[in-house]
DNA sequence: ACAAAACACCTAGTATTACAAGGTATTAAA
DNA sequence: TTTAATACCTTGTAATACTAGGTGTTTTGT
């Protein structure tokens, strides 16, 4: 199978969505890094690579969406643990609002024919 | 209001949505480029620039996925015509279904809290 | 005891694509 | 007669997912 098209299609798909996963995981809890990426494998079946989470939360924290704490863990690495900030959780409810529309909108483009 | 991030935001939402819609419009009926974008924008709501969509079209094409006509007017311009290939059609299904895949787990993700 | 896998963070470079801002040319409306 | 609408197009820029690397710790398997 492996259709090229598809797999480079799903990875523009994604550029937007995975900010909006992303945040929609942190409006539940508090989240770290590496455990994001376990939670979005396992509700959502989108993979994401670490090296676009890394960049993205950074990118999160520098538009004031998220703050971030560190915290020793009693064995291991420290974990940087992520919270949405007060414009975060606006910025998540516009999020929401376009994703509606939009979901509206291909749902009524998609309906018969092919 | 205009959210800084949110504009940002959508237009990156846009990256494989549009395809995905284009191609979606292309299987109710043949059309031309300008129509495609009026089609679009009364349908859907969505916004897609000339100097979006007609390098979307000429990749499309090229993978493809999409074949065009020349279609000359009794009086005007003429026009491009695209309509979808075999190959269009299957990609659409294939991308069809990813996108319900992709609602549900968003659908997931974003019930309860904020 | 040792190797491999899992955990947990990170960066640099590449490819892709939407959009702004331009361009050409024809026809209809003001 | 000048503006808007129709209809095609291109160039350059910004943004982001992914590949492929990197560091270091802890747990699991043999």
Redesign the pocket.
Known sequence: MKNEFIS?????V??????FIVLNALSKKEL???????VVKKSTAI?????????????LKKEGLTS?KWVE?P???????YTLTQEGKLTLQQMRQYWAALELSIKKITENEI
């Open positions: 480079k299609w799903t990875s523009q994604k550029k937007g969505v995975l900010s770290y890094g590496y455990e994001l990426i376990e993979e994401m690579a670490e090296g676009t989470l890394y960049p993205l939360m950074n990118r971030s863990q064995s291991g690495i420290p974990r940087k643990y």
